[in-house]
């Protein structure tokens, strides 16, 4: 099968490649579909597209790509433009994530190749220790055609093994190989069907024996049953991975009342823990649930109710028979609660750290000197403090953070850290020290001073939305830049599943300050900046809310003349792609160039694709009429009007892509190419070979880098950057 796919691919390119000289492809031919939901009628002309399989749609595709390279190969100052990405490249070519101390002398971590087709999972003795290569991706398999990366590991508790998760070509969905570091060889047994890096992780025993993970039964995007009725495993080494032990289920629990789309994880916290805990995962707070440790040893595991979704339970961590909770249960902005697992009280618990009015409580550890906890303002400004005896102090950081991550070892250990990150520096990390109550540097790879981010002026301020609700606003630009509305902008946002839009130094920003532009984000309703009622006031019918306020940062930017709709562009991706589709569906008038990374664009349509009914949970189902009227109102692709003055777009796909179907974008690209009534460019450049961009080659995404930025200085006319 996928032999002949590739031969059909070669020959689309080969026979109807589209020439350099020639016009812009075709538009595509619409067959349209007419949908009836709660008897309102609802067209749609390219649902064809949906069919990724068909020959006529791949044609298509293979032909928008095609023009879309050929088109941005030509900007004048893409080029120059790509050696600066890869010059900075080698400057971080070790680029060092995903560090896990699982004991004080004791990290592990992945690098990145020097090449940046690979990654590198490394161990050292202390950070002063000498480096160690446990593993490199390229030689996982090397005899196929696949770009394997690494994208998830865990070593056991005695340090003796560590499983490894594999993904080829981007697509996400792994397989795990365990390898013992002291014969340093692979076990002959690979378990497939599975995604630790997001469902659930992988937890190995106490004793090292085996470990726990989510399998998936269907795999197949094309399938209806793709990523359904997934289960919670257990795996003993040597055993044959195909002989599945399931802990918890639909199907081996159906009293707990899960659901298809529901996907069931267990958590080991500690070697030394009495208990096992289960939860639902998916979209929102959860449903929690325990049984003993020893029940893992038996036919059937005894789960015990836990928490529900109403306790609004972020993220707990259990010491002993206490259970230390981060819950927005009666605090909109959170607060740390305890009760015990012999008394279990998540209704009336002791409460540790109350909310705060004005700031979002994040995120929490415990050591054995204390607990720890981070506060955030608007999502950009965090502090952090201490909890030891009842005693609360903030501890003085090493420098301002607008977003700060904790990490410890256990409750058994003293160890604490915390990495730290801004618009304009990339992530450090930082020890503390208990006796001096000072912070050491500890970052294992060189942090890059970037001559771009000199004399930068930073603003973080609050705008007013159509309904009068404050709005978060983060300005980033040169020191000496004029209010004369003559400035390129590109503002960002997203808006969905509760995640904030912390501050951080995204390589859009980069490069777009060092060509003398303007990057804004804006914290939309539907993230989590305002803690939990900001997310459900972008939300399901309160959606709109996201991209409307969206609008009004636009609008606030150009009053304020920062710059003006013939020199704005404006990007976002994923679920992000609402954002941007309906701000720019509702006023195109307000920008120059809109880019959107493989973008939700046509939710109507979404619950039928891959990962659709797990994005039901955000934003609802055609089945409900309410829910339907609202994703009607946040579909892009539906609001998108004939004979309209569109701006130019850059749309990306991934043809492999199991969060977005690439047919979102393409019905988008298609309808606006249609409709508009300028010669802006509308492009589609679709990656065949690729997905949603997470676990990407870094050649791969230096290349999407160079064409975004060069596209939008482009058509915000930049000096050097024309089309030739």
């Excluded at 399901?540 to 704005?568: G, H, M, Q, V």
């Amino acid at each position: 099968m996928k032999l002949k796919f590739l031969l059909l691919f070669t020959s689309i390119l080969c026979l109807q490649c589209v020439d350099p000289n020639t016009q812009k492809p075709p538009l595509a031919p619409e067959q349209t579909i007419t949908n009836t939901y709660f008897s309102k009628k609802i067209t749609d002309p390219y649902q064809y597209m949906e069919n990724l399989s068909d020959t006529t749609v791949l044609n298509w595709l293979a032909k928008q790509n095609e023009y879309t390279n050929t088109v941005l190969q030509k900007i004048s100052g893409r080029a120059k433009l790509l050696q600066k990405i890869e010059a900075n490249d080698k400057l971080r070519s070790e680029t060092i994530y995903d560090l896990k101390t699982i004991a004080p002398d004791a990290y592990y971590y992945l690098k990145t190749s020097p090449d940046h087709l690979a990654n590198i999972l490394c161990f050292k003795a202390g950070i002063t220790g000498k480096e160690v290569e446990i593993f490199n991706s390229k030689n996982y398999k090397p005899n196929t055609n696949h770009n394997y990366i690494i994208n998830y590991f865990q070593s056991s508790w005695n340090g003796k093994k560590i499983a490894i998760s594999f993904t080829k070509n981007d697509e996400e969905i792994s397989e795990i190989a365990i390898l013992d570091l002291e014969t340093q060889q692979l076990h002959n047994e690979i378990i497939d069907h599975c995604w630790p890096s997001e469902l659930g992780g992988i937890n190995w025993l106490p004793n090292d024996s085996g470990f726990i993970y989510t399998h998936i039964p269907v795999i197949d995007t094309k399938s209806p049953d793709y990523i359904l009725n997934t289960s919670a495993v257990l795996y003993r080494l040597g055993s044959n991975p195909k002989n599945i032990k399931t802990l918890f289920s639909k199907e081996s629990h159906p009293q707990l009342g899960l659901q298809a789309a529901d996907f069931p994880m267990i958590h080991i916290f500690s070697q030394d823990q009495k208990y096992i805990f289960g939860r639902v995962g998916g979209i929102g707070f959860k449903d929690y649930y325990y049984a003993h440790i020893d029940d893992l040893d038996k036919e059937n595991v005894h789960w015990i109710p836990f928490f529900k979704k109403k306790h609004k339970v972020e993220k707990f961590i259990p010491v002993g028979d206490d259970v230390y909770f981060l819950t927005a249960q009666h605090a909109s902005n959170f607060r740390i609660c305890k009760t015990n697992l012999q008394e279990l009280n998540f209704d009336n618990p002791t409460t540790i750290v109350s909310e705060d009015s004005t700031q979002t409580l994040n995120d929490f550890t415990i050591t054995n000197q204390g607990l720890f906890y981070t506060k955030t303002k608007n999502g950009v400004l965090s502090s952090l403090y201490q909890v030891k005896n009842k005693i609360t102090k903030q501890i003085s950081l090493p420098q301002a953070a607008g977003n700060i991550r904790l990490s410890s070892i256990s409750p058994n250990y003293a160890d604490l850290w915390i990495e730290t990150e801004s618009w304009v520096t990339h992530r450090n990390r930082y020890r503390y020290n208990h006796q001096i109550s000072t912070f050491k540097e500890e970052n294992l790879t060189p942090v890059i001073d970037y001559k771009e981010l000199k004399d930068i002026v930073i603003e973080e301020i609050e705008i007013t939305s159509h309904d009068g609700t404050k709005v978060p606003l983060s300005i980033i630009y040169k020191k000496g830049m004029k209010k004369d509305g003559k400035n390129r902008m590109l503002l960002n946002g997203y808006g969905s599943y509760n995640w904030i839009n912390a501050p951080k130094l995204y390589p859009y920003l980069l490069y777009w300050l060092g060509e003398g532009g303007v990057y804004a984000v804006a914290h939309v309703r539907g993230g989590g900046e305002k803690g939990a009622v900001w997310h459900k006031a972008g939300y399901k019918d309160t959606k709109a809310n996201t991209w409307k306020d969206f609008i009004a940062c636009t609008e606030y930017l150009i009053a304020e003349k920062y710059t003006s709709p013939e020199r704005f562009a404006v990007w976002g991706g994923s679920a992000g792609g609402i954002n941007i589709g309906r701000a720019v569906t509702e006023r195109p008038d307000l920008y120059a160039a809109v880019v959107i990374r493989v973008g939700l664009l046509n939710t109507l349509r979404s619950e039928i694709a891959p990962n659709g009914q797990n994005n039901v949970k955000e934003f609802g189902t055609v089945k409900k009429a309410t829910e339907f009227k609202a994703l009607l109102e946040m579909d892009a692709y539906q609001h998108v009007q004939k004979e309209t003055a569109y701006p130019a777009m850059l749309l990306t796909a991934g043809l492999r892509d199991s969060r977005v179907a690439a047919w979102q974008p393409a019905k988008f690209a298609a309808r606006v190419q249609a409709a508009t009534t300028t010669d802006n460019p509308v492009l589609l450049a679709v990656n065949f070979t690729e997905g949603h961009g997470f676990d990407r080659t870094g050649k791969s995404k230096r290349n999407e880098l160079a064409d975004i930025i060069s596209f939008a200085l482009w058509q915000t006319d930049a000096d050097g950057f024309e089309a030739r």
